[in-house]
């Protein structure tokens, strides 16, 4: 399962991470989210080692969700030594994360 991520935790596992990481941005109620959240899920368990998968709850966690200008989910943003460096708004293909994720390992 993606790692979930709150405001609590989210300087330390997205921030200061030395490796890519690939925050998804949703929230129960969104019918879009639920078409990314089992990508996210399978880009998860094949990134292992390499990159981070992470989800965060905006509802419960909008703290990020505001600083980085989240304004519609599903939001996917990757960040790379604490700097944002991929965005994707709404569902795309699977391999639309992959070369997202790919252009920083």
């Known amino acids: 399962m993606a790692l979930e991520v709150t405001d609590a935790t989210f300087d330390e596992v997205v921030l200061k991470s030395d490796k890519p990481v690939m925050v998804d941005f949703w929230a129960a109620w969104c019918g879009p989210c639920r078409m990314v959240g ?3 899920e399978q880009l998860h368990s094949e990134y292992e080692g390499k990159a981070i998968i992470a989800k965060v709850d905006v509802d419960a966690n909008q703290q990020f969700a505001a600083k ?6 599903p939001t996917v943003l990757v960040f790379k030594d604490g700097e944002v460096v991929e965005k994707q ?17």
Do not use: D, T
């Open 89 to 105: 708004v709404g569902v795309a293909p699977k391999s639309v994360y992959e070369q997202k994720i790919n252009a920083h390992l």
């Open 68 to 73: 980085y200008g989240v304004r519609n989910i």
């Open 38 to 40: 089992p990508i996210m």
